[in-house]
């Protein structure tokens, strides 16, 4: 399970933004469209699940399970090279059949394949937007905010 800590710079109903610090981590991660470079290339805001009811100002506690990450990982990075392979290999084996140069007929399968691969990604992503399977959560708050403190988020 990752863990990170941050500053929450607003909430909206269930979800909260908050200001972290980038990792290596964020160049993998299928959220990154979620995030917001906040100027310094070290410093983004993410918007998280809330259900702890963290308010802004709050320090708090962020995790993403390592299986979902894992999960994400393998979908964004080797299901698509798998699908064209397949393709290829299927082209390949069929274009006999048509006459056709297997050379040619493997690229088309494969890119085919590749393109049907990538729309099924859009298409799990649009689905976990909806549902926020995938979005980080709050699980703890680290520090209150002052009550009486003004910040400028």
Same mark, same amino acid.
């Given at each position: =399970?990752?863990?990170?800590?941050?500053?929450?710079?607003?909430?909206?109903?269930?979800? +909260?933004? *908050?200001?972290? &610090?980038?990792?290596? +981590?964020?160049?993998?991660?299928?959220?990154?469209? %979620?995030?917001?470079?906040?100027?310094?290339?070290?410093?983004?805001? @993410?918007?998280?699940?809330?259900? *702890?009811?963290?308010?802004?100002?709050?320090?708090?506690? %962020?995790?993403?399970?390592? !299986?979902?990450?894992?999960?994400?990982?393998?979908?964004?990075? $080797?299901? /698509? *090279? *798998?699908?064209? %392979?397949?393709?290829?290999?299927?082209?390949?084996? $069929?274009? /006999?059949?048509?006459? !056709?140069? /297997?050379? @040619?007929?493997?690229?088309?399968?494969?890119?085919?394949f590749f393109g =049907?691969?990538?729309?099924?990604?859009?298409?799990k992503d649009r &689905?976990?937007?909806?549902?926020?399977?995938?979005?980080?959560? $709050?699980?703890? @708050?680290?520090?209150?905010?002052? /009550?009486?403190?003004?910040?400028?988020?």
């Amino acid at each position: =399970m990752a863990l990170e800590e941050g500053i929450i710079t607003r909430t909206t109903g269930d979800t +909260a933004l *908050i200001r972290t &610090q980038r990792t290596t +981590a964020c160049e993998g991660c299928s959220e990154r469209h %979620v995030c917001h470079s906040m100027g310094n290339v070290k410093e983004i805001e @993410i918007e998280v699940a809330n259900p *702890i009811g963290a308010t802004a100002g709050d320090i708090v506690v %962020v995790t993403f399970k390592t !299986g979902q990450l894992i999960r994400l990982s393998f979908m964004l990075y $080797i299901f /698509p *090279i *798998i699908a064209l %392979v397949i393709g290829a290999l299927l082209g390949n084996s $069929i274009a /006999p059949n048509f006459d !056709g140069d /297997p050379s @040619i007929v493997a690229a088309v399968f494969g890119f085919l394949f590749f393109g =049907m691969a990538m729309t099924a990604i859009k298409l799990k992503d649009r &689905q976990a937007r909806k549902t926020g399977r995938y979005r980080p959560v $709050i699980i703890e @708050i680290k520090k209150k905010a002052h /009550p009486n403190s003004k910040q400028n988020f």
